[in-house]
């Protein structure tokens, strides 16, 4: 059977640091999982699950960008089992979740861990070619959000070796960057980071970086890829987490992408936690991929990273959404406001191949 979408991917989802911190099993579907964490500390924490591998597989989201991420410590914030204070602890935390997506790997056939654009091509075909779904694998690009676990700049060169293939400076504000909630430029670390990632041909993701930092990361890095693989205009959503038209067009004049997240406050800013899922249709999901289609003059440069997982749920989602499954939807509602069956397709998946190849050896 021929499919309308056969591919999905899906620029940002926190794999291993929900297994880290909430022991979640994604080997499991989501329904699955909410029906294990009902009452939980992982459910009041971090909502509803959406993600798991079956759900992606009857989805057709192929491939996802599985970060590692930790968080650092904040006065105040609720104590979870991946906050660090200092390098070191940031470094460890982070090769736990580095190694838990190689015993991934290796316990379930089905995922495949992307670090040349020989496994890009062995995981794309399957899918593109309509090969029975018993062969489908699930590819996983490992991104780091956040710079602090690399406890010196050339150490970056060992997380490549390993399978980063897109690195973001900054979170909050980290010893690289300034980040969400924390104005401020590139700190001297910070630019020679740039130039170890230039050199070891690893991606520049520019989500949660400071706006004088993004500017600066734009003027300098001298790599081949720029990504903001989970941001949503600041025209839209006007908090400093998010872009403004001038980084959206220095990202797109690199030949970038920008991954629309998924997260009601992010879409709609006037929805609050507890507001109905109902308030924010996916005709703002639209919006936000529409506006940076406009801004930039093409749809080369739009895409998705929900950010599935990533302290919020099902609940916190557009309309129609329940699980990674469901992506499929935002093909469909693209269609009804008169997007082309080619421009669909860019943004569901072809946005993010391109770019992929770019940082793929």
């Given amino acids: 059977m021929k499919h309308r979408y056969p591919l999905i991917i899906d620029a940002h989802l926190d794999i291993a640091y929900n297994a880290a911190c909430f022991k979640r099993n994604y080997d499991n579907s989501a329904h699955h999982t909410r029906e294990y964490e009902e009452g939980s500390f992982a459910e009041r924490e971090n909502g509803l699950c959406m993600v798991g591998l079956p759900d992606m597989m009857r989805g057709r989201v192929g491939i996802g960008f599985g970060t590692i991420f930790v ?13 660090y204070r200092n390098a070191e602890e940031a470094h460890k935390l982070a090769m736990q979740q580095m190694d838990w997506y190689h015993r991934w790997e ?19 075909s399957v899918w593109l070619d309509e090969k029975p779904v018993s062969l489908h694998p699930i590819g996983i690009v490992m991104l780091m959000e956040g710079a602090d676990p690399i406890r010196q700049p050339r150490e970056l060169e060992m997380w490549r070796e390993r399978g980063v293939r897109l690195l973001g ?31 070891c041909n690893v991606g520049l993701d ?50 970038g992408v920008i991954g629309t997240v998924l997260f009601n406050r992010f879409l709609r800013q006037s929805w609050n936690k507890g507001d109905p899922k109902r308030n924010v249709p996916l005709d703002d999901v639209v919006r936000c991929i529409d506006y940076i289609c406009q801004l930039t003059g093409s749809a080369d440069h739009s895409a998705i990273g929900s950010d599935f997982d990533g302290g919020f749920g099902m609940l916190s989602v557009p309309e129609g959404l329940d699980t990674i499954r469901d992506l499929s939807k935002i093909g469909d509602a693209l269609a009804q406001h008169g ?12 946005n993010w191949l391109r770019v992929l190849k770019t940082v793929l050896n």
């Fill in 106 to 124: 290796e316990k379930n056939p089905r995922v495949k861990l992307i670090k040349s654009k020989k496994d890009l091509d062995q995981v794309t």
């Fill in 169 to 199: 400076p900054a979170w909050t504000q980290t010893r690289y960057s300034g980040g969400t909630g924390s104005p401020g430029g590139l700190t001297d670390l910070g630019r020679e980071l740039l130039e170890v990632m230039a050199d």
């Fill in 339 to 350: 997007y082309t069956e080619a421009h669909i397709a860019q943004v569901l998946y072809g």
């Fill in 206 to 255: 520019i989500s949660h970086m400071a706006a004088q930092s993004a500017r600066e990361a734009l003027d300098r890095f001298e790599g081949t890829t720029i990504v903001a693989t989970h941001s949503n205009p600041q025209r839209i959503t006007n908090t400093d987490r998010h872009l403004p038209d001038d980084v959206i067009m220095g990202i797109a004049q690199r030949n």
């Fill in 71 to 83: 968080e650092p410590f904040r006065k105040n914030a609720t104590p979870l089992p991946v906050v």
